[in-house]
């Protein structure tokens, strides 16, 4: 079975600090992990994803994320915050089956 | 080029009704995902198409679930008997292949169950 935590329902940053949307993951085999970004009332919007390789993954609007496998996370990281960044920040992993399973999602709000 | 795309954008339906939800998939894609987003139960595998194969229907929460694809392309979710409980927003994706491939979503359908 594979599952994600996403231990933060609510992050609150300050517009231009770093933010930090934690995630960690259980399953059998090699990762793969994902995250995506959801916008109100729209679909899923992909942001990056980690395979392989380098344990910093580099995805879309200046957005990273960093693998550590001895820690089982995959923490999505932005230096510098801005407010169009507020949305629902979701991270996903697929292990041998094929379909994803999500965290519970985490609420990001960046305030002015 | 175009993304996923689904219909209808919003359902409402009658408790016991039978609705249908379609889904055309990125084109050339080959692998196409249903997943299901409510309050509750956050965001749930449904069913998955790989080419021609059988389909994974594993996530099917109950028999009044079906989905089916013609001609590996455009698929339908259909939900019979309608429950208030399946009441969320249902989501499609579609990816090149069913490996590493990024799985990319549609805007979803919300049904709402009266």
């Known amino acids: 079975a594979q599952s994600v935590a996403q231990p933060e329902d609510q992050v609150n940053v300050a517009e231009g600090n770093p933010l930090t949307v934690k995630c960690t993951y259980s399953?059998?085999?090699?990762?793969?992990l994902f995250w995506y970004v959801q916008y109100p009332n729209r679909g899923l919007q992909f942001l990056l994803k980690?395979?392989?390789?380098?344990?910093l993954v580099k995805g879309s609007y200046g957005f990273e994320a960093e693998f550590n496998k001895s820690q089982t996370s995959f923490h999505l990281k932005k230096p510098s915050a801005l407010v169009s960044d507020s949305a629902l920040y979701f991270c996903a992993v697929r292990g041998s089956a094929r379909q994803l399973t999500f965290g519970s999602g985490t609420q990001l709000t960046v305030l002015p | 080029g175009a993304g996923v795309s689904q219909s209808p954008s919003n359902k409402v339906t009658e408790k016991g009704k039978d609705v249908e939800l379609r889904c055309d998939p990125i084109s050339g894609h080959t692998a196409l995902y249903w997943y299901r987003q409510s309050l509750g139960q956050g965001l749930e595998f449904l069913i998955y198409?790989?080419?021609?194969?059988?389909?994974?229907k594993s996530g099917l929460p109950s028999d009044r679930f079906s989905a089916e694809r013609t001609g590996g392309s455009v698929s339908t979710l259909t939900i019979q008997r309608t429950q208030q409980e399946d009441s969320a927003v249902y989501l499609c994706?579609?990816?090149?292949?069913?490996?590493?491939?990024?799985?990319?979503f549609g805007p979803g359908t919300r049904l709402l169950v009266l």
């Open positions: 994706a579609s990816s090149l292949s069913s490996g590493t491939e990024t799985q990319y």
């Open positions: 198409f790989q080419g021609n194969s059988a389909p994974d």
């Open positions: 980690y395979i392989t390789g380098d344990n």
């Open positions: 399953v059998s085999g090699n990762p793969y």
